[in-house]
């Protein structure tokens, strides 16, 4: 098999004065059929730019200025716009990082399935149906009619993404760019999608374009492998020489940040509980016509937190931890059960718990500015505006920001910076508990490490415990003293995080560790 797409000294313009000229730079790259070529890197390194500039979707502020890019032997870059809408879809599909973006909430998924077809006049109406759940079947969604007349809010994040694929696969093109598939998707969900592309990459022989920061999904997919840098390749080579014998500094650096499997050795706490939590349930009534069955999203969940202890709570997507985490804040009322605080039953009073969220830009409101967001918490709580800023001043410096950052809106800060006012705005009411709501997930690795020290650091300065809630085992590994393991609204297993990662007792808890990615690798290369 050949070259599929071939990219040749590519470099991208970025807009006005921002730190550097190009979003990359003489950028050189081969793809061939039935090949994963795995692009690594920060953000901000042009691992998305080269990809949209593959794929014709270059935002308009951004400008090629120099090189080629070659699906068989057609230049894209000389195309117009009809001929790159005639090639996508037929020649060239993109899986994008976030389905339920990507989808429109306003049709059902079928109907944008077959869309695929008709935008190209492919097939009749009904012969589009057929093929459209016959590729439903292919990438293994149980039920291919029901997953048809849905609207993607209906279905999980595993099930909406493999409904992209499907939609990328509708054509066979010869050429599939995945921009970070994986990155929202908990470890059993990650593993069967990536086995699902091995599968229909080897059936269908389709070159791939695999974007990623995640080591573990490279050592999985890859056969080769691309480290970016500030818009520059710094080292390319086959996934087992980058791997196992990195050359480059930057690329040393990117294993170095990735998480460990194996727990290092932590305090043992007494069980002297500071938070104590008994029967906590939330259910909803069914949206079924005529059905009194309530859907259990929490069940019965108790479990304690020492003074200075971080419990991580994992677990597949939808089995309850992110409504445990809005329970414990009272973001949504719980249906039955108790919270204790040193002993007392607390209310809705929670200035003594706050929370850390998995999306800072969505959680940060973008009208206000930094200085403003921060001190809020801290005049409705009765101090004085000068007060209020100062301590505001205060909180930048301990989360690694400056005062120049007071008066600008979130969107001027990177997601790691957005991530740092998230704490800043925590720790402001001085709470005794932070719950974390998967507060590192859309990092990079890199970015991820920085975030995840600085916590553990904010903990042991201010005597903090911490409920930290994650899909990443590998995170929960470094910074969880104990693990309480959840499933289906109910916790199924807890213990200490090094009794559970060696010697899990559920078959569900054996079955998360099995799925993580890379293990074997990552091992290696820590020995």
Same mark, same amino acid.
């Given at each position: ?50 990809? +949209? ?33 005639? %090639? ?6 993109? *899986? +994008? ?73 509708? $054509?066979?093109?010869?050429?599939? *760019? ?24 080897? #059936? ?108 991580? *709570? ?22 039955? @059960?108790?919270?204790?605080?040193? @002993? ?61 950052? %007071? ?5 001027? +800060?990177?997601? @790691? ?14 709470? #005794? ?24 650091? $904010? #903990? ?35 213990? *200490?995080?090094? #009794? ?28």
């Amino acid at each position: 098999m050949g070259p599929v797409a071939t990219i040749r000294n590519l470099s991208v313009a970025l807009p006005g004065a921002g730190d550097r000229i190009l979003a990359a730079e003489n950028v050189n790259l081969t793809l061939e059929a039935g090949k994963t070529v795995c692009i690594v890197g920060e953000s901000g390194s042009g691992k998305s730019v080269t990809a +949209f500039a593959l794929a014709g979707l270059l935002p308009k502020e951004l400008t090629v200025t120099s090189g080629e890019i070659r699906l068989s032997d057609v230049n894209l870059l000389q195309l117009d716009e009809p001929a790159m809408r005639r %090639l996508r879809g037929a020649k060239i599909a993109m *899986i +994008f990082q976030e389905p339920m973006t990507a989808l429109n909430p306003v049709l059902r998924c079928g109907d944008q399935l077959t869309e695929v077809f008709a935008a190209h006049k492919r097939f009749g109406v009904s012969e589009r149906r057929e093929r459209a759940i016959a590729l439903l079947t292919e990438v293994g969604l149980p039920d291919p009619e029901r997953a048809m007349r849905a609207f993607p809010h209906q279905l999980s994040g595993g099930q909406r993404q493999r409904i992209m694929i499907a939609m990328a696969l509708a $054509l066979e093109p010869a050429l599939i *760019i995945a921009d970070e598939p994986t990155t929202a998707l908990d470890v059993t969900t990650q593993a069967q999608i990536l086995s699902l592309l091995k599968e229909l990459q080897r #059936r269908h022989g389709t070159a791939l374009m695999f974007i990623t920061h995640d080591f573990g999904v490279v050592s999985e997919i890859a056969d080769e492998v691309v480290v970016m840098r500030r818009g520059k390749i710094v080292e390319t080579g086959s996934a087992d020489v980058v791997l196992r014998s990195p050359k480059h500094d930057y690329t040393l650096a990117l294993l170095a940040a990735v998480p460990s499997m194996i727990p290092p050795d932590r305090l043992d706490f007494a069980r002297n509980p500071i938070l104590t939590v008994k029967g906590l349930t939330k259910s909803y009534p069914s949206r079924r016509l005529f059905s009194r069955h309530a859907v259990h999203a929490l069940k019965s969940a108790s479990f304690e937190l020492a003074a200075g202890e971080t419990l991580g *709570i994992v677990g597949e997507s939808g089995s309850g931890k992110s409504t445990l985490g809005r329970c414990l804040m009272r973001l949504v009322e719980p249906t039955a @059960g108790a919270i204790f605080l040193d @002993g007392v039953s607390i209310g809705k009073d929670r200035k003594a718990m706050q929370m850390v969220f998995q999306d800072p830009f969505a959680s940060l409101n973008p009208q206000k500015t930094v200085a403003q967001i921060i001190s809020e918490g801290q005049i409705v709580q009765g101090a004085s505006r000068a007060t209020a800023l100062a301590r505001t001043v205060e909180l930048l410096g301990l989360v690694g920001l400056d005062e120049t950052a %007071l008066h600008r809106k979130p969107k001027e +800060f990177s997601g @790691g910076q957005r991530q740092r006012i998230g704490l800043a705005r925590a720790l402001a009411l001085n709470p #005794r508990i932070l719950v974390a709501d998967e507060p590192v997930s859309a990092l990079d690795v890199s970015m991820q490490a920085q975030v995840l020290d600085l916590m553990q650091n $904010l #903990r042991a300065q201010f005597g903090l415990s911490m409920v930290f809630i994650t899909h990443d085992l590998r995170v929960a590994a470094q910074v969880c003293d104990r693990i309480a393991v959840m499933q289906h609204g109910m916790i199924v297993e807890t213990g *200490i995080t090094q #009794r559970v990662f060696a010697d899990p007792q559920h078959p569900y808890t054996k079955s998360l560790l099995a799925a993580v990615p890379g293990q074997v690798s990552s091992n290696r290369s820590a020995q």
